[in-house]
């Protein structure tokens, strides 16, 4: 009963990312996507019978997303639809969903979508926003405004700092992340950073957002669209680009409040997901985990079993996980240097690399790939384990 | 020359107790009255138990620095004047955890854990804002 390599990535399309205004919303960019993914795999428009959405945060404003999008680009007699929200472990669980849904004979070709456009070309007098909203990320704290906590950010550091504090990591450790996702951001043409080099003192002299979150602990913000296409093993094998294997899925949602648990989803997720796939830790040659902050690769790792709980800093601190290290991680660049399309980022550069499709960043051994999805500031989580062999 | 005021708290329906016991210089939480668990801000239902009773309690007032930022943007113009300036989490004696801010105290001297109590900073007739001081240990 296992879907063990029952499914398969077998189309990958992705639009420019960042400060680009090829669309002038959210939807422009969902469509190119799709296209770019469909061409990818070799596959007619009307062979799709399934669009799964998550739609970005200005794509919000319509709660049918998925109908939206159908609707924008003529699809007609889909099997499956649905647009689909756990924040930044929402990619992961379209491909889970679609998997699961083509195993059950309900779809057969199925597009998981991300897009958003949160940057709007210069306007010459900008009108600027106000107040942030601090009620985005379902966590009832008080009165939130009125002491001046605002954003996702700000938030996120309570929990960097709580765990900064138990564990003794430091700035230097969450440095060393951007400084290494920097560094394959350089060896990756599509990264909004790819001309920029990075030091750590660069890191420490980027200014302060929340503290202990520098502007380079953050993700970038990005114009774009991804769209993976999932269909079963059997009938990507006969499509235009090697199928990438869905070998093992899973999901772990913790509740509670983050500040003291200081861990994810992660474990509940790992363990259905390597056992469906069976494989061990020591199988994964590279991982694409998701990095809305720097301090989110720490916990994630941890939290995985690649180093003890706690001991996330020491583990990345010395080129670990950088080009030429032990453990290949977020090797397009992340969300932090590469682009950020929430979780669709670490599933897109997976299949690039099972692939072998990573050109100059390409890891030696890409067997097995492992993605990670997160949200709701570490209360959400999806594992994907990718393979090229079934 | 104008200020700009910051937000004013809503003072839903829910949240009046709490209201009314801030401006007597009181700090007020939920207690389920089935499970006994307190909590904050103000819900309708319990999350341990799903009751749907409780009461306004007072608590101590006491607490530590569960964690805490340092806010270096101005998400909202009344606080430009004040960047940056720290925002923490007290987790409260009685188990609740709120946020707030530390007066009396500067922003790089806050640590996790430091010792706190509650005051309260009036802003209106209406509205009192409970925020917290540090307190010596025990
Ligand atoms: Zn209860």
Not at chain 1, 70 to 95: C, H, P
Not at chain 2, 26 to 51: N, Y
Not at chain 2, 71 to 85: G, I, K, L, R
């Amino acid at each position: 009963m296992s879907l063990r390599a029952k499914c398969a990535i077998a189309g990958l399309g992705a639009t420019r990312m960042g400060r680009n205004f090829d669309h002038s919303n959210a939807i422009g960019f969902a469509i190119e996507a799709v296209e770019l993914a469909l061409a990818d795999a070799g596959l007619k428009r009307s062979e799709l019978d399934g669009l799964l959405v998550n739609p970005g945060v200005t794509w919000m404003t319509n709660p049918m997303a998925s109908f939206d999008l159908q609707q924008a680009m003529g699809l007609r007699d889909l099997s499956l639809t649905a647009t689909m929200n756990l924040g930044g472990a929402t990619a992961g669980a379209m491909v889970m969903h679609a998997a699961q849904a083509i195993d059950a004979g309900m779809a057969n070709m199925v597009a998981c979508v991300f897009a958003d456009a949160p940057l709007k070309p210069p306007r010459p007098e900008s009108a600027k926003k106000g107040a942030g909203s601090a009620a985005a990320y379902g966590f009832a704290r008080g009165l939130e405004g009125a002491y001046g906590l605002f954003g996702v950010s700000a938030q996120y550091a309570f929990v960097a700092r709580r765990y900064m504090h138990k564990f003794g990591a430091t700035n230097d450790h969450l440095g060393a992340i951007a400084v290494a996702e920097r560094q394959w951001a350089n060896l990756n043409p599509a990264a909004q950073f790819h001309d920029q080099p990075l030091t750590l003192a660069d890191y420490h002299n980027s200014r302060w957002i929340a503290e202990p979150f520098h502007l380079l602990d953050c993700c970038l913000v990005s114009n774009g669209g991804l769209c993976v296409i999932v269909t079963s093993a059997e009938r990507a094998r006969g499509l235009r680009k090697p199928p990438v294997h869905i070998l093992g899925m899973g999901q772990g949602h913790t509740g509670g409040d983050p500040i003291e648990t200081l861990a994810s989803g992660a474990p509940i997720a790992k363990r259905v997901a390597f056992k469906m796939a069976g494989v061990e830790l020591s199988d994964i040659d590279l991982a694409e985990i998701y990095d809305c902050y720097t301090f989110t690769v720490m916990v994630t790792l941890e939290d995985y079993g690649f180093c003890n709980k706690g001991e996330g800093g020491p583990f990345v601190a010395d080129g670990r996980i950088a080009p030429g290290g032990s453990l290949p991680v977020n090797t397009g660049g992340g969300q932090l240097s590469s682009f950020y399309m929430w979780g669709m980022t670490p599933v897109c550069e997976a299949v690039i690399q099972v692939r072998g499709e990573g050109g100059e960043r390409q890891v030696k051994k890409h067997d097995v790939a492992l993605v990670s999805g997160n949200g709701g500031i570490l209360s959400t989580h999806s594992t994907l384990v990718l393979g090229a062999d079934a | 020359m104008s200020e700009i005021a910051k937000p004013v708290p809503a003072v839903t329906p829910q949240m009046v107790p709490f209201f009314d016991a801030a401006r007597q210089g009181e700090l007020k939480v939920q207690r389920c009255t089935e499970c006994g668990a307190l909590r904050f801000p103000a819900r309708e239902i319990c999350a341990e138990c799903l009751s749907r009773q409780h009461a306004w309690v007072r608590v101590s007032g006491r607490g530590e620095v569960l964690s805490f930022n340092i806010m270096h943007q101005a998400y909202h113009p009344a606080f430009a004047a004040e960047v940056p300036y720290a925002v923490v989490v007290v987790k409260l004696e009685e188990g609740p955890a709120i946020v707030s801010n530390l007066v009396g105290v500067k922003p790089d001297l806050i640590r996790c854990g430091m010792p706190v109590e509650v005051v309260f900073e009036k802003v209106n007739d209406q509205i009192s804002l409970p925020k917290f001081r540090p307190r010596a240990a025990g």
